[in-house]
């Protein structure tokens, strides 16, 4: 008996009974031509393949292969797989007489154990032939794998700065032959996506919108995450990082409104209306904004609640007067009963520059940082002015005031240094309205009032128990208060000449508002 395979390799038992062997020769008339014409005595196979290319492996990748005996005997077999995603239908059987088999294979799923690219296997045939075991016959399987999953073309995606809604694409392509499909979601509720899902052919492509409703100005980030799935299989997580800094400043006409959100101005802002900044909300106005007030018959103003940035630079002033600048009643000013940064801005035509006559007794607020500050044709300047902080107002100048440069209530220690009260017409540039305050000038220049009853300090009658010391500074006159009710001043290193260099240090940007101290 034989054993035959396509290359035509004969595999014969090692030992035959004799009896085989005798039956066999006496039987010369039932000998099978087989293996191109060669006699045999002996039971051979046939195998239809000895090596299986599978192509492109794929969830419906199958094929099969024929086992055929040839003669006479009996054949028992076994045939195994050593890759665990080739799967055959059947592990052993039996050819009896002129008998054949069908051996089926397929692909395993999951793909457990491919890799991408090429991929080998072997399957083992081991024949019984009477009981004599023969050498196994090995068929080599073969095929190109591609995993199947999802791929995008970016994972970073920096929007720069953007100052309304943008959109940007992600583009998904399906990689490997599988029904692939993705869900996918942000985790920031201003990304907004264009479908939540998708079952992907070839390629797809993912809009993601910046909707910057709910934005807060500044620096951004946020995520898109894209799950595949295929064959019902989780793949691996795709993540998409966005990033930008939302501008969302806002210039032109502004009319009046109460923030529901932190604001930025920048440009020019035509001031329509009042405008309110709730506690906890911030109104930043950028350096070199002009912010131009329309008269109106109910006078506007900035009501400042919760915070006021109004920062400007040596460079770019940021500027705050009415449209008409006819008078210094065009619009009511800035009433502070929050928080307050204000430096290198001019503030002109309003009843009262600064107010803070409505801040509460205890005080909650920061101590409000003001220097560099140009109060040009306003009736009261700076009004009410309260800190339970020590603090110090710096290089500030006052022209063309009405009332008073400066009124105090409710002071307990506060410094005016590198100041300019530069106003002939101002009934009182300091206005003492306090009680147990304490006030320091230090490097301070005044000049002569037109008028006698006029004057640079005083403390109004009825408070009381009020400290002003007074240093280095030039042409101070003090009238009223001093000598009773226990308020008490003392002045050392009056200056006989003006100082230089002090004040809001942009003064000469406005030739309308010069006037030098001295003359």
């Not at 062997?21 to 039971?43: H, Q, R």
């Not at 002009?290 to 109106?296: G, L």
């Not at 006021?308 to 007067?321: A, S, V, Y």
């Not at 017409?425 to 301070?444: E, F, H, P, R, W």
Request: proline share 3%; hydrophobic share 35%.
């Amino acid at each position: 008996m034989c054993f035959y395979n396509p290359n035509n390799l004969k595999i014969t038992h090692k030992t035959l009974p004799l009896l085989v062997f005798f039956i066999a020769l006496i039987s010369c008339e039932e000998e099978v031509k087989i293996n191109k014409g060669t006699l045999s005595k002996f039971p051979e196979i046939a195998i239809s393949q000895n090596a299986i290319n599978l192509g492109d492996i794929k969830s419906n990748t199958a094929g099969f292969f024929t086992l055929k005996k040839l003669g006479y005997g009996k054949v028992k077999y076994t045939i195994s797989s050593d890759k665990s995603w080739l799967a055959i239908n059947k592990g052993d059987g039996k050819l009896g007489f002129f008998a054949s088999d069908t051996i089926k294979y397929s692909i395993k799923l999951p793909f457990t154990g491919l890799v991408e690219g090429e991929n080998t296997a072997t399957l083992t045939f081991a024949p019984t032939v009477d009981f004599a075991k023969e050498e196994p016959v090995k068929i080599q399987v073969k095929g190109n794998f591609i995993v199947p999953r999802l791929e995008i073309d970016k994972t970073e995606i920096d929007l720069g700065t953007i100052r309304s809604a943008v959109k940007t694409k992600v583009v998904i392509t399906k990689k490997g032959y599988e029904l692939t499909r993705y869900d996918a979601e942000t985790d920031k509720p201003w990304i907004k996506l264009d479908h939540n899902s998708k079952t992907v052919e070839t390629t797809d492509t993912l809009t993601l919108s910046i909707d910057p409703t709910n934005l807060p100005g500044g620096a951004f980030s946020g995520k898109a995450r894209i799950f595949p799935t295929a064959m019902g299989i989780k793949g691996s997580l795709l993540e998409v990082n966005v990033k930008g800094n939302y501008d969302d400043s806002i210039f032109g006409d502004v009319s009046g409104h109460t923030l529901t959100k932190n604001e930025v101005w920048r440009d020019q802002i035509n001031l329509k209306g009042s405008v309110t900044v709730p506690k906890g909300l911030t109104l930043t106005i950028k350096p070199g904004t002009k912010i131009v007030v329309e008269k109106q018959s109910s006078p506007i103003s900035l009501n400042i609640n919760g915070n006021l940035i109004m920062n400007g630079d040596q460079e770019n002033i940021i500027e705050m007067k009415s449209a008409t600048n006819t008078s210094n009643l065009d619009w009511t000013g800035i009433i502070v009963t929050g928080d307050l940064e204000l430096s290198y801005a001019m503030i002109k035509n309003a009843g009262n520059a600064l107010s803070f006559e409505y801040l509460t007794a205890n005080l909650n607020t920061v101590a409000p940082k003001i220097h560099h500050v140009l109060f040009d044709f306003n009736r009261i300047a700076i009004f009410g002015f309260k800190s339970n902080s020590t603090l110090s107002l710096n290089n500030l100048t006052f022209r063309k005031g009405d009332l008073f440069s400066i009124h105090f209530n409710e002071t307990s220690n506060t410094t005016l240094e590198s100041c300019e009260f530069l106003t002939e017409n101002c009934y009182i540039d300091i206005n003492i309205s306090a009680n147990n305050g304490k006030l320091n000038l230090s490097n301070c220049n005044f000049i002569k009032k037109n008028f006698d009853f006029q004057s640079q300090l005083e403390v109004i009658d009825g408070f009381k128990s009020n400290s002003v010391s007074v240093n280095n500074t030039y042409a101070l006159f003090t009238k009223n208060g001093f000598g009773k009710n226990g308020n008490s001043i003392s002045i050392t290193n009056e200056r006989s000449a003006a100082l230089q260099g002090i004040g809001c240090g942009f003064v000469n940007k406005y030739s309308s508002a010069r006037k030098k101290a001295g003359n």
